[in-house]
């Protein structure tokens, strides 16, 4: 349905910023929401942040509401995530999902039918 590519990973020191990009095409119109988790190795894939495409309406993990700005662009088919204030617990790689157009749970991973290959972002002093 649409093709994902995630930007802006890196290794930063605790108390950075960073900002993850995502660039979305194919049939971007069919979507309902858009994304952001992460995994890290041995732990499933959670839920950080996302939203619904045309409302642009957010929801947040309690872990980094307040650090992290998730934001889209329609007119250039972009999906953003500001990570402010770092930890080393969010430490991960990061993933952009897409769902399909039905109107679904935005923190669900179920949700969610394209994915994109993941950036990783790395935070250690």
């Known amino acids: 349905q649409v093709q994902l590519v995630e930007s802006g990973g890196g290794s930063v020191q605790p108390g950075a910023s960073l900002r993850l990009s995502c660039a979305v095409s194919?049939?971007?119109?069919?979507?309902?929401?858009l994304g952001w988790f992460r995994q890290v190795p041995g732990m499933e894939r959670e839920f950080v942040a996302g939203?619904?495409?045309?409302?642009?309406?957010?929801y947040y993990n309690d872990a980094v509401r307040g650090r992290f700005a998730v934001s889209r662009d329609n007119a250039r088919n972009t999906l953003s995530l500001q990570m402010n204030r770092l930890k080393v617990a969010d430490t991960a790689v990061y993933y952009c999902?897409?769902?399909?157009?039905?109107?679904?749970?935005?923190?669900?991973?179920?949700?969610?039918?394209?994915w994109g290959q993941g950036t990783r972002v790395t935070v250690s002093s």
């Open positions: 999902a897409a769902s399909g157009p039905e109107q679904v749970p935005v923190s669900y991973s179920e949700s969610y039918i394209d």
């Open positions: 194919g049939r971007p119109e069919k979507v309902y929401a």
């Open positions: 939203l619904i495409r045309m409302d642009g309406l957010t």
